[in-house]
T-cell receptor, first 116, second 113 residues
């Protein structure tokens, strides 16, 4: 099946710094990528949807200036958490979909962000 | 709007017990239905899926049948193992809402020897 990777798998940073998380589709062209956030023992919360070459669509309540999403190519999307604070600590998961499997999303392994 | 309602956990079973995790859905169109599994500290892995009514998805001994009449997609396994301990998420994808995924709240399963 399609493979999606994320990097880094975990990151610890100081409050006020910015952190970039990469999401790559390794063996298919991802026309759409999704970013989710998961709090402990909770379900996934969709943060934003991005289509290659266009601006991301953010879900209600998600600060677009706080969570910058770039989808510059068909295999790479990045999420940058700007001026991170402890409340941004969470598990961030990306997923990707492409034309080869309509209606299906392939999930990355997730990135654990801890802001001190 | 579209939504998924999933049986609340946590669920604790003895090894070789029968497992059922209930999932019902509400959708505008004709969704695809999925079960994902998440092991501790990891991302989501697709367990099985069904794309139309009466389809049965199966994998690793797990099964779920797409029941349109009851809008359900219950997950079952005849004999669970300790290695099945994980969180299970039911989800739907609806073309009428741009293939956005709607997840259930997740059900934590612990299998004890």
């Amino acid at each position: 099946g399609a493979v999606v990777s994320q990097h880094p798998s975990w990151v610890i940073c100081k409050s006020g710094t910015s952190v970039k998380i990469e999401c790559r589709s390794l063996d298919f062209q991802a026309t759409t990528m999704f970013w989710y956030r998961q709090f402990p023992k909770q379900s996934l919360m969709l943060m934003a949807t991005s289509n290659e070459g266009s601006k991301a669509t953010y879900e209600q309540g998600v600060e677009k200036d706080k969570f910058l999403i770039n989808h510059a190519s068909l295999t790479l999307s990045t999420l940058t958490v700007t001026s991170a604070h402890p409340e941004d600590s969470s598990f961030y998961i990306c997923s990707a979909s492409g034309q080869g499997a309509p209606g299906e999303q392939f999930f990355g392994p997730g990135t654990r962000l801890t802001v001190l | 709007g579209d939504s998924v309602t999933q049986m609340e956990g946590p669920v604790t079973l003895s090894e070789e017990a029968f497992l059922t995790i209930n999932c019902t859905y509400t959708a505008t169109g004709y969704p695809s239905l999925f079960w994902y599994v998440q092991y501790p500290g990891e991302g989501l892995q697709l367990l099985l899926k069904a794309t139309k009514a009466d389809d049965k998805g199966s994998n690793k001994g797990f099964e779920a049948t797409y029941r349109k009449e009851t809008t359900s997609f219950h997950l079952e396994k005849g004999s669970v193992q300790v290695s099945d301990s994980a969180v299970y998420f039911c989800a739907l994808s609806d073309r009428y809402t741009g293939n956005q995924f709607y997840f259930g709240t997740g059900t934590s399963l612990t299998v004890i020897p």
